[in-house]
């Protein structure tokens, strides 16, 4: 099983200088790899490939230190793996009949993040009162936010050094040993059982209990600020300092609204996987969404796919089970009688002419999706096991 830790880097002047010659000098090793690859297709008609540039590019910083002297053998390695990713990436979308576009070269304000083997030129260092310092070759011990202690048995197996809007972060990602399931006994205080989501835009989830969560609609909530923040940027002469601190600002804005947004559902997930023995939600292709020109913008302010990714990783930690079903006609279909009721989404209550149930359509929806789960996993609502099973569906 593999995590990632994310931790606040507070370096000194000193260091933070250290840290942009370092990234300067990874920038422009990448530029560097994308420029031989694509002179080698020019002139010969055939590609390189990692191996054969990590011997040039090896050599090429033994005999130059002063250009890629910062780096290190791991963090060289993993840049030209990071561009070998992009070109495999690129002939797969060809292959697949997409448009892909050409992988680019990097600019200062693209290039974020530099990759390290641990154990190879940064390692975590403890201080004789405790506190946790992170040790980068070149740059020196730096002061780190700690918030979260890392598990036992976890070993570290990378490091990824990350620079957003002036600020760092570091990132360890680990490799942790599978976690057991731990067994939910029936009538346990923080067992509820089972429980059908269904996602949406009006409500960012109804569950199968009838309870509806609101959307806080963080983007649309910014927009005033952020349309103010935009119109200083456009007053702003191209290329002089004060378009950049505004350039910042507006970056600044997104990036809390992406803090809020990543805050909500790690807290929302794991009160879920927590929770219940059994969560059931649909297999939704948000492509739909994403496109539609009245609903895109709704659509990425929610983060549904965020919701989806969180909450698969998360019940694996916990005694949970996640099945996933067919969303088709979850929201047309009684979740009484079973009886077919077409309705357009702008109606919002479920009212059944067979059997009489009124209720909200999402509600209606998330008991569909729990009836549905039941169906997949051969069980009815009474026969459902208390115990969660070892896998995720």
Not at 200 to 227: C, F, H, K, M, Y
Not at 267 to 294: G, P, S, Y
Not at 319 to 344: D, Y
Not at 357 to 386: H, I, K, P, Y
């Amino acid at each position: 099983m593999i995590r990632t830790y994310k931790y606040r880097l507070r370096p000194n002047r000193a260091q933070t200088a250290a840290l942009d010659s370092l990234f300067c000098q990874a920038r422009r090793l990448y530029n560097a790899a994308l420029e031989q690859r694509i002179t080698a297709y020019q002139e010969s008609g055939e590609g390189i490939r990692y191996p054969a540039q990590w011997v040039h590019f090896r050599d090429q910083r033994n005999k130059c230190p002063e250009e890629y002297g910062l780096l290190n053998a791991s963090s060289v390695q993993q840049l030209l793996r990071r561009l070998d990713k992009a070109f495999a990436a690129f002939f797969r979308r060809v292959k697949a009949g997409e448009t892909p576009g050409f992988p680019r070269y990097k600019g200062d304000h693209r290039f974020k993040s530099v990759e390290y083997r641990y154990g190879d030129g940064c390692k975590l260092r403890e201080k004789d009162n405790g506190q946790k310092r992170f040790y980068l070759q070149h740059v020196g011990e730096i002061k780190l936010i700690f918030h979260r202690p890392i598990p036992e048995r976890a070993v570290i197996k990378h490091v990824v050094v990350k620079r957003v809007n002036d600020k760092w972060y570091l990132c360890l990602m680990l490799e942790l040993p599978d976690q057991e399931q731990k067994p939910q006994q029936k009538g346990s205080p923080i067992e509820i059982g089972p429980i059908g989501i269904d996602m949406g835009l009006r409500s960012l989830l109804a569950t199968s209990e009838g309870e509806l969560i609101d959307n806080p609609r963080w983007l649309r909530g910014s927009l005033s600020r952020l349309r103010v923040a935009q119109r200083r940027v456009s007053r702003r002469k191209q290329g002089s300092n004060r378009r950049r601190k505004a350039v910042r600002q507006v970056a600044r804005l997104h990036e809390q609204i992406a803090n809020q947004r990543h805050d909500y559902w790690h807290k929302l997930t794991r009160e879920l996987a927590e929770r219940h023995a059994l969560i059931a939600i649909e297999d939704l292709n948000l492509k739909f969404l994403n496109t539609n020109r009245h609903l895109a913008l709704s659509s990425h302010d929610a983060g549904l796919g965020m919701f989806t990714q969180m909450l698969a990783y998360k019940v694996e930690e916990t005694g949970c089970r996640l099945v996933v079903v067919n969303p088709a006609r979850t929201s047309q279909r009684c979740s009484r009688c079973g009886e077919r009721v077409e309705k357009r989404l702008s109606v919002r209550v479920h009212d059944c002419p067979e059997c009489g149930l009124v209720l909200d359509r999402d509600v209606n929806a998330a008991r569909n999706v729990l009836a549905s789960a039941f169906s997949s996993l051969g069980r009815s609502d009474q026969d459902l096991t208390w115990a969660a099973a070892p896998s995720v569906s």
